[in-house]
């Protein structure tokens, strides 16, 4: 606005010179698309029928996202909560439609009981959830990751791994015929394009919705209040308005808008496992680009991704997926509150710690030195198989989680993208020294591999808390977590460095010492020792003067600011550390395996490692490894307790009542639980 | 307190979790691993029911032994696949380990089978070429077909019986595809036909509108090699857009999960040509005689065996065979039971099966074309049976291992 100003006198503004320029763009698309090609925009475009498919493809989608997002960024927009269950409403909606609609025999009443029972499900969850955790945005959100867990799994296990096709009714089937000219044949004979109608029906379906929100936000008062809310929660209800009810209708039209949107794209496209990520994937990225918690964003943020989705995968196919991602990044770096979102919304929330208190500190204690000893005599009394498969993934493991402890509990920054930064040096190391793939394998010496790999994951972390802390609290959560799933698909599509989906095997450690590390127990000390060290590390960096500044940023931004700290730096320096942690591990973790493809970073892995640090607690630097321990010790004997199959509930259900009952972990929990348990309480207790 | 947390780990370290000492020698531990978790839960769940079929049949019984199964599960990632075949060898202290399912899971079960040479691994239906073609381990033996022999036949009916000179693929992007692309494209390419485009679509892509556009309006047919749920829904969109060329099926694009759909794409997909290790109604009692005991032990499995309950069936029937010689000898090195399996002549439901060189498969394929049955469903029909296809597609060794390697580029004939 201030640019408006002082060039006010020079000619036309900056406003009018967009506006021209959209104007512009706009009659341009138009002839693109109604107007007779000549041969050159033929040729350079592969054909008028295969761009406009795309452009329209890539319209009706964004319909769909559209419908998707609006839940999304309504929820947000008016309680602060990232819904990430909001996928896992979609695909529930999707599957009970289907019942509802194969029972009936009438895709409608599928649309209308897919819709209202997901509606009743989101007003019960804020009922039943959500308002006992009020205030605490950041436990909402876990809370939402775990039930995003359980929901899949129990989904998977009721309706199976099965893809289902919803019979669409026959006057929305089929194609029509379009006003578009696509070819001129020679003879005179026009070709028009034929274009499916459900997908316009879905199109249409989604101008409905989102007029009638902007209406119902903009001229009723449940939509006054709704604005209000977003503005200013405790002045809406000083004001004597229900915001719990306001809160729970909210929630309701939110799972509404899922529900819907589950049996509208799911005719469209089928239901089916892994939905439930991709379109949570999807609102996550729309609303990014288009801000949080408006509407007119979301439908933004929905056709820009809808359209270079569909255009990419035309034309560039390989690198299409992650075009997306990058239109988001480059949104944050730009506009980091995304295009219609206001800076307010974006840093309103202090960012909060996911434990209340402080980090306890870490004292030498005569336990702390049994536990020690324990870890240094476990190979003694444990099976090869034990010290490796247990002993060494869960000091791997461990570590990756304590390089998000570091970044959660000291800096207050949530990063989804840890197991990242460790695959980057993973992948570092395959691609630098040996492999067994025949794909690249540079050979280099590990004296120079291995420190560079660790660097390497070292600047990626730095650079991912670059994008990162322009945004604070649980934006930050979602920004790492599209940036690790826009990784995942780097590695995925590309074959030239990362080999593509089977990635690279046969990577072992190099025999240093005459010692084979690769063994079982030599790789267990060799992963204890940079366990030890790490841990070591966290525990100084604590004290210094970096680690309290880091914490006072942590606690009070300004304030650190007003002392004189670069609060940007600080966490950006934090972010580094910690991505020489999880390179560390990532490096061990490569040879643990033996090998590396997109799947060792795939999503479900990158929650794997949150629900680790949750579960250990995250005030105090054992705590991730405590995590880690359960997570493997479950990971590898489920199958003998309660069947592979539902090892997901299992751990999703620990991850809930932890994120319930015991904010800070394992850990807190024992401290909890001890004096009550204890006849005389133990002098730390 | 923490003195108490560690003394607690300790305990359940040593005691819980040490590994059963106790092994009768009467019986022979067997790990068997499949996709038993994520998406492919459904194809692991057919896979064990296959390999418990024919356990059954032997009454749990090889060459005097008690045959005692442990399950192990994978997510169909690579990683996940290694964890549960060591906790099968390492902790549970399996003799022979049968598994996994899918490609990539293979390759990597292969580098782990060569750490532990006093473990025999047989394939469950992981239908990577290089599990066995290039750099093999010794105690890996495969008695399914890799992706490129499930093509065996169809490029050249495709193009003498069907017609069809100009094809266009449209696969996933990863390896088992290109796989299938190159064993399609041999015979093809060889026949005299061109692929002029072909379209690699994304893992996990759900929205084939755009590709659909783009194909050319002049191809004869387009090859599809998309699994279960993204077949059914490029057939839907495809037949949306109003599309009439007709298809060419990869081995997992017309399986029961496509054939089974409702919906108009149904009538589209008769007469769609493709090729694999089974057909649902092939001649011979040893088929039927498979399918109704299959039917009769899991009234909730597929309609019909899927080709993983079939290539879990071989892989146990082999098993069980070559123990039966072997008198249960797996001890040391298990060298007879490696000399077993590797001459065995094993009668299957879908025909003879022997091993080649590298301890991979030389069997029958099926060429198929869909057909609708009396009563309205749509199976696969057999058109003809390939015999005897090995691992190089009957070209000499030296020039099929010239073609390279399977990737989106590889073959090519425009």
């Given at each position: 606005m201030s640019l408006a100003v002082i060039n006010a006198?020079?000619?036309?503004t900056p406003r009018q010179l967009s506006i021209g320029a959209c104007l512009l763009a706009g009659a341009v698309l138009l002839w693109m698309i109604f107007g007779v090609w000549p041969d050159w925009l033929d040729w350079l475009l592969g054909g008028k029928k295969t761009f406009v498919s795309a452009v329209l493809n890539g319209v009706t989608l964004a319909g769909l996202y559209f419908l998707v997002a609006s839940g999304f960024t309504l929820v947000f927009g008016l309680m602060?909560?990232?819904?990430?269950a909001h996928g896992s409403l979609y695909l529930l909606g999707a599957y009970i439609g289907f019942d509802a609609a194969t029972w009936s025999g009438n895709w409608f009443v599928g649309v209308v009981f897919g819709a209202l029972a997901i509606a009743a499900v989101g007003a019960l969850l804020q009922i039943f959830v959500f308002q006992r955790l009020t205030g605490d945005d950041l436990r909402q959100t876990l809370v939402t990751i775990g039930i995003s867990i359980v929901a899949a799994d129990l989904m998977l296990a009721i309706w199976g791994g099965k893809t289902y096709q919803f019979s669409i009714p026959s006057m929305l089937d089929g194609a029509v015929a379009t006003p578009i000219i696509t070819a001129v044949k020679s003879n005179g004979q026009i070709v028009t394009l034929r274009y499916p109608f459900y997908r316009l029906v879905v199109l249409a379906i989604s101008l409905v919705v989102g007029a009638g929100l902007w209406l119902a936000l903009h001229t009723t008062r449940f939509g006054m209040m709704i604005r209000a809310g977003v503005d200013d929660r405790g002045m809406l209800s000083a004001t004597g308005v229900n915001v719990r009810l306001l809160f729970v209708g909210v929630f309701a039209i939110g799972g509404l808008l899922a529900g819907l949107s589950g049996v509208i794209g799911g005719s469209a496209l089928s239901v089916a496992p892994g939905e439930d990520v991709r379109y949570l994937m999807a609102s996550l990225v729309v609303v990014i680009v288009g801000g949080m918690g408006s509407i007119t964003g979301a439908a933004i943020g929905a056709l820009l991704i809808g359209l270079a989705e569909q255009l990419g995968l035309v034309y560039i196919p390989t690198y299409g997926v992650v075009l997306t991602f990058v239109i988001m990044v480059v949104t944050l770096a730009l506009r980091p509150q995304g295009i219609m979102g206001n800076a307010r919304t974006r840093l309103a929330d202090p960012p909060r710690p996911p434990?209340?208190?402080?980090i306890v500190p870490v004292e030498f204690t005569p336990a702390a030195g049994a536990l020690a000893v324990a870890l240094v005599l476990f190979p003694v009394v444990a099976s090869p198989f034990i010290v490796f498969q247990l002993g060494a993934q869960t000091l791997i493991l461990g570590m990756i989680a304590l390089s998000l402890t570091i970044l959660?509990?000291?800096?207050?920054m949530v990063s989804m993208a840890q197991l990242t930064v460790a695959g980057i040096a993973g992948y570092a190391v395959a691609i630098l020294g040996p492999n067994?793939?025949?794909?690249?394998?540079?050979?280099?010496?590990w004296e120079i591999n291995v420190p560079l790999s660790i660097l390497i994951a070292g600047i990626v972390s730095a650079l991912i808390g670059a994008i990162a802390v322009r945004t604070a609290g649980i934006y930050t959560i979602m920004i790492t977590l599209a940036v690790g799933v826009a990784f995942f698909y780097l590695a995925q599509q590309n074959?030239?460095?990362?080999?593509?989906?089977s990635g690279f095997r046969g990577i072992a450690p190099p025999d240093v010492f005459g010692?084979?590390?690769?063994?079982s127990i030599p790789f267990y000390y060799l992963c204890l020792v940079v366990a030890a060290l790490t841990y070591s590390a966290v525990v100084y960096a604590a004290r210094s003067t970096l680690g309290l500044a880091l914490m006072a940023s942590r606690d009070n931004p300004r304030r650190a600011r007003a002392v004189g700290y670069n609060v940007t730096w600080l966490r950006i320096v934090a972010f580094f550390f910690a991505g020489l942690i999880a390179g560390a591990a990532g490096v061990l973790y490569v040879w643990f395996n033996g090998r590396i493809s997109p799947g060792t970073v795939s999503v479900s892995e990158s929650i794997g490692i949150l629900v680790i640090a949750m579960i250990g607690g995250m005030?105090?630097?054992i705590g991730p490894f405590l995590g880690a321990a359960l997570y493997v010790l479950l990971k590898t004997f489920a199958i003998d307790v309660?069947?592979?199959?539902r090892f997901n509930t299992l751990i999703g259900a620990i991850f809930l009542i932890i994120v319930f009952?015991?904010?800070?972990?394992l850990l807190g929990l024992w401290r909890r639980l001890a004096p009550h348990l204890a006849q005389k309480p133990l002098r730390d207790a | 307190m923490k003195i108490k947390t560690s003394i607690a780990l300790a305990l359940l370290s040593s005691?819980?979790?040490?590994?059963?000492?106790?092994?009768?020698?009467?019986s022979i531990k067997v790990g068997l691993l499949a996709t038993?978790?994520?998406?492919?839960t459904v194809l692991g769940q057919d896979g064990v029911r296959g390999a418990e079929l024919a356990f059954k049949e032997a009454n749990y019984m090889a060459g005097g032994k008690k045959i005692e199964v442990i399950k192990g599960s994978s997510d169909a990632s690579p990683d996940s696949a290694v964890k549960a075949a060591r906790k099968l060898v390492?902790?549970?202290?399996?003799k022979i380990l049968i598994g996994p399912l899918s490609g990539d899971e293979g390759l990597a079960v292969k580098d782990y089978a060569k750490t532990q040479p006093n473990v025999t691994f047989i394939n469950g239906?992981?239908?990577?070429?290089?599990?066995?073609?290039?750099?093999?381990?010794?105690?890996f033996f495969r008695f399914t077909t890799d992706g490129a022999q499930w093509m065996a036949g169809l490029g050249e009916y495709s193009f003498?019986?069907?017609?069809?000179?100009t094809v266009v693929t449209v696969a996933e992007d990863y390896s088992f595809p290109y796989t299938q692309v190159f064993g399609f494209m041999a015979d093809f390419c060889k026949a005299?036909?061109?692929?002029?485009k072909k379209f690699w679509v994304p893992?996990?892509?759900?929205?084939f509108s755009s590709v659909i556009a783009a194909i050319?309006?002049?191809?004869d047919a387009i090859y599809v090699a998309l699994g279960g749920a993204d077949g059914v829904n490029f057939l839907s969109q495809y037949q949306q857009a109003g599309g009439t060329a007709p298809l060419i099926g990869g081995s997992?694009?017309?399986?029961q999960t496509v054939l089974g759909t409702q919906g108009k794409q149904r009538d589209y997909v008769i007469g769609t040509p493709a090729a694999g290790?089974?057909?649902?109604?092939?001649?011979?009692?040893p088929w039927k005689k498979f399918v109704d005991e299959y039917k009769a032990a899991y009234?909730?499995?597929?309609p019909s065996p899927s080709l993983f309950a079939q290539g879990y069936y071989i892989e146990a029937k082999a098993m069980l065979a070559a123990l039966d010689k072997v008198n249960?000898?797996?001890?040391?090195?298990q060298a007879k039971l490696r000399d077993a399996l590797t001459h065995l002549d094993l009668d299957t439901p879908t025909g003879k099966v022997t091993l080649d060189k590298n301890r991979q498969a030389v069997a029958d394929n099926y060429l198929t074309e869909v057909a609708k049955a009396d009563d309205g469903h749509l199976y696969n029909k057999v058109v003809k049976v390939i015999p005897a296809v090995n691992q190089t597609l009957g070209i000499p060794e030296a020039d099929f291992m010239k073609l390279g390697v399977a990737n989106r580029d590889n073959p090519n004939c425009p």
């Open positions: 006198a020079a000619g036309p602060r909560n990232v819904n990430l434990a209340a208190g402080d959660g509990g000291y800096g207050g067994g793939t025949g794909v690249l394998g540079l050979n280099w010496p074959y030239s460095l990362f080999n593509g989906h010692v084979s590390w690769r063994s005030r105090h630097p309660v069947g592979a199959d009952v015991s904010p800070d972990g | 005691t819980a979790l040490a590994p059963q000492w106790a092994r009768a020698d009467d038993l978790e994520g998406p492919f390492e902790k549970d202290g399996v239906t992981s239908a990577a070429q290089d599990t066995t073609l290039r750099d093999p381990a010794p105690n003498k019986d069907k017609g069809y000179h005299g036909g061109h692929v002029p893992i996990g892509n759900k929205d050319p309006d002049k191809v997992i694009t017309v399986d290790p089974i057909a649902d109604n092939a001649e011979g009692p009234k909730d499995g597929f249960g000898d797996v001890s040391g090195d």
